[in-house]
């Protein structure tokens, strides 16, 4: 890189905006939304969608509730004319959805696409040309005039052929493309010159689309632009104002964000930031904003899950793990101390303690987009007590005692970290397993009997002490009082139980019930130990044993 980057590069010049007045306002609803998957993410695609997968990703939208689709560039190719064709002529668009199609602003282009139009109920007939300087020498080598010019002729084609499309609801759209990398003055010259061909009033308004081409500067100048266009161009009220950003220096969302506060009422963008480059606007991610602020974003991502699987197969492209409200990873916590403040959180919340979502970690409620709880808290070594006891409890009802997790933990984690990879709770169930219920050394239980006298229990046992059979007996005012009694007559060193517990295991599992037990030595020296059996009291005498036996 360059150690001198200023004779290069040079910084972006403001907009004169001393007044704006964006950054005192908030949202309060959500904006009309395009999207552009099946035109300018599908043009960005290495290869491109065929018809049936556009087809299916139309469908797709359509069901997210998507009212405003740009389905192509229909004079672009064969497969962009037919993929319109078909969606017309096998009526599968609902009527309360637009079509949007893009053409430049050329007469061969406008004629093809007027004539990929015919039958349809409603469309957007959207012109481009491109306004930047940039583009004015390098690519057209023209001056401002005949750069308008150009957007005007384009108009004029649009609005002579518009009577060829009888019976069809029209809307007109136009992009000073590269409008963010345009003098603000020039690109309302150019939109208004457009305006003037097209005449819309305030009942039939025209789009103006703002375009955001390439991200050539922070996201308040962009917010600057749009408010002065807003502030500047005549008959406001005539238009809407559309957003279309690309996310080149990775803050498209926040662009169209601080844009939708300077005044634009409309926002196109693809599922996931699919796009040219880097990418065009996520609008999952700036519609899921809004719901987080609880603002209705009439978009439906219930199943987000869903939408990422045909998402994925329609463009081939993945969605990363951590894609805002998306990826696989976004509502995952594997270190301790986040699992520990979720795991309350969600306790509070289950609990009906608040009337508004306030998890700590949790931007909103994974399960309004369809996402499980169980994919929240997940572990590897960076994970604490509180993520195993979970994934114990969420998947096999298995609730250790809090004493108990603080032994476990550690275990759990030292044999995490010898594997070096993230665990199923069906392995962790294995560790604990291990560790305390199939622990059979020294002692093993052959028979336990009881029985009540004068609220005394007396026990008769028979254990294997490495395999030896041994007999004991003993009295105390409960069977385990009793148990530890007759180890004591047995010659035993003393111990004591010191905690006590037991709960139904969920109904997969074979054995009713496990049983809790923390036995407290002479020493003074504590230790836990568990046991399952399908009767209680044999649950707590194997807990017993497992506390002796890992003693
Ligand atoms: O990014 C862009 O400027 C475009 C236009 C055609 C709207 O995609
Ligand atoms: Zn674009």
């Known amino acids: 890189m360059l ?22 306002r908030v949202l309060t609803h959500a904006p009309r939304w395009c999207s552009v998957d099946l035109r300018d993410g599908n043009q960005a695609l290495a290869v491109p969608m065929n018809v049936s997968q556009k087809l299916e990703l139309f ?45 430049q602003a050329r007469e061969d282009l406008i004629e093809r696409t007027v004539e990929s ?28 005039e005949e750069i308008k010019a150009i957007a005007v002729k384009g108009a004029r084609l649009i609005y002579d052929r518009l009577h060829r499309l009888k019976g069809t609801e029209i809307a007109l759209q136009y992009s000073p493309e590269s409008f963010s990398g345009t003098e603000v003055e020039f690109a309302r010259e150019i939109s208004e010159a457009v305006m003037d061909v097209w005449q819309p009033t305030p009942e039939r308004k025209m789009i103006l689309n703002l375009p955001d081409t390439v991200e050539v500067a922070m996201p308040n100048v962009y917010a600057d632009q749009i408010e002065w266009m807003c502030r500047n161009l005549k008959n406001r009220e005539s238009l809407v104002i559309s957003l279309h950003t690309h996310n080149d ?4 969302v926040a662009a169209t964000e601080l844009g939708l506060l300077a005044g634009a009422d409309r926002v196109e963008g693809t599922l996931f930031g699919n796009g040219e480059r880097t990418g065009n606007l996520d609008i999952v991610t700036v519609a899921l904003n809004l719901y987080m602020h609880g603002i209705d974003p009439h978009l439906d991502f219930s199943n987000l899950g869903e939408l990422v699987r045909v998402y994925e197969r329609c463009t081939g492209m993945t969605v990363p793990p951590r894609q805002p409200y998306a990826g696989e990873l976004v509502f995952t916590a594997f270190s301790g101390s986040h699992q520990d403040a979720i795991k309350k959180g969600l306790a509070e919340w289950e609990g009906g303690g608040r009337t508004h979502w306030d998890v ?5 409620d994974p399960a309004d987009i369809g996402r499980e709880y169980r994919e929240v808290i997940r572990v590897n070594s960076q994970s604490g007590k509180g993520g195993v006891a979970y994934l114990l409890e969420s998947e096999f009802g298995i609730e250790l005692p809090k004493d108990l997790q603080r032994e ?20 962790l169930k294995g560790m604990f397993w291990q560790e305390y219920i199939e622990r059979t050394t020294p002692w093993e239980i052959a028979s336990f009997a009881t029985e009540s006298q004068n609220g005394s229990v007396r026990c008769r046992a028979t254990l294997l002490h490495h395999g030896t059979p041994v007999t004991m007996a003993g009295e105390g005012n409960g069977p385990l009082a009793a148990l530890v009694n007759a180890f004591i007559a047995q010659g035993q060193p003393r111990f004591e139980i010191a905690n006590y517990s037991e709960h139904a ?7 009713s019930a496990i049983a809790y037990i923390q036995i407290k030595h002479g020493s003074g020296k504590t230790i836990w130990g568990a046991g399952v059996d399908t009767n209680i009291e044999l649950a707590s005498v194997r807990a017993v044993l497992s506390a002796l036996n890992r003693s």
């Open 59 to 103: 469908q797709a939208l359509v069901k997210t509730g998507f009212k405003e689709i740009e389905v192509g560039f229909p004079s672009a190719s064969n497969t962009e004319f037919t993929f319109n064709r078909r969606l017309i002529e096998e009526k599968r668009a609902p009527d309360d959805v637009w079509l949007q199609v893009l053409v």
């Open 117 to 144: 139009l015919i039958g349809a109920k409603r469309v957007i007939i959207h012109m481009y040309n491109s306004t930047s300087p940039a583009q004015r020498r390098v690519v057209f080598g023209k001056s401002k």
């Open 249 to 252: 220096r990775y803050t498209g």
């Open 408 to 427: 476990f933990g550690p275990i759990a984690n030292d044999a995490v970290d010898r594997l070096g990879r993230e665990v199923s709770g069906a392995e």
């Open 505 to 511: 295991l969920s109904a997969g599992e074979a054995a």
């Open 360 to 364: 700590p970690y949790l931007t909103i």
């Open 3 to 24: 150690k001198d980057t200023v004779h290069k590069y040079r910084p972006f010049p403001p907009v004169a905006l001393p007044d704006r007045q964006w950054p005192n």
